[in-house]
């Protein structure tokens, strides 16, 4: 592997790792020889994921964890400390949306629980792990947005606030974290099929529209959505920070262009 992207002797977190987007960028910085702690609510879930890096070849540690609880954070981050000796990148990738519908049916629930995990959550994490990556001389933290943050999507609307809250989020910390040699970036995928968008590609006509929407005309699968991750987890992105990465089959670009050609 070139030495732009090894990753031998970090020491990485992944969020919502138990499965999709989460375990295929673990699984990625795994073999690109980082030791990774892979988190999830569910231990048994997380367990797999690192048996399957261990299998490999890897390295990993699970342990549990729910990003809307700043105790399980904390702890998330001392096991990850006192296991590899520090962190060097963080993958912020869980996410929840338990409202679709009109912006204005959105309860306080929804928007509490929205809120708590896929931005505070990111921030609660990233306040942990900075003074370790701070002694260890810089670090890497990669946000996980998502097209839903630059282009409204119709049922979506809180969900669609909290991730443009998180591209906001990447831009300044980006700015504060500069002088200490960590970088912050964040992805933004299109529609990848994972079981948190199994509501939409299991219905005929929600999958068709989506599609119709695609200039590429299918989802991403997970692992395709790893690449980049691996790119800004490595040394390879050490001038690249504050940026946001569409990664959506051009969807960002317009159905139309398809339909031109």
């Given at each position: 592997m070139s030495a732009f992207f090894d990753l031998t002797g970090k020491v990485a977190i992944v969020t919502g790792a138990s499965r999709g987007i989460g375990a295929a960028i673990a699984v990625a910085l795994a073999g690109a020889g980082a030791q990774v702690v892979v988190s999830s609510r569910k231990q048994e879930n997380v367990e797999a994921v690192a048996a399957q890096i261990r299998a490999a070849g890897g390295t990993a540690t699970a342990v549990a964890a729910h990003t809307g609880d700043a105790a399980a954070i904390a702890a998330l981050v001392s096991t990850a400390v006192e296991t590899y000796g520090g962190i060097d990148i963080v993958v912020n990738?869980?996410?929840?949306n338990p409202h679709f519908g009109s912006l204005l049916t959105a309860e306080e629930s929804h928007w509490d629980k929205t809120f708590e995990v896929n931005v505070k959550g990111y921030m609660r994490l990233i306040q942990a792990c900075v003074p370790s990556m701070q002694a260890r001389g810089g670090g890497k933290i990669i946000n996980m947005a998502s097209i839903a943050g630059k282009i409204p999507q119709p049922g979506m609307g809180v969900y669609c606030v909290t991730k443009a809250g998180v591209i906001m989020m990447t831009e300044v910390l980006a700015a504060e974290l500069a002088p200490l040699n960590i970088q912050v970036n964040a992805i933004a995928p299109g529609f990848v099929k994972t079981k948190f968008s199994a509501a939409i590609w299991s219905d005929d006509a929600l999958n068709a529209a989506t599609l119709a929407a695609i200039p590429q005309q299918r989802m991403a699968e997970p692992e395709e959505i790893a690449g980049i991750a691996l790119y800004l987890a490595?040394?390879?992105?050490?001038?690249?920070?504050?940026?946001?990465?569409?990664?959506?089959?051009?969807?960002?670009?317009?159905?139309?262009?398809?339909?031109?050609?």
């Open positions: 990738n869980a996410a929840t490595s040394p390879a992105s050490s001038f690249t920070t504050g940026a946001t990465f569409l990664v959506d089959g051009g969807q960002a670009i317009g159905s139309h262009l398809y339909r031109a050609k």
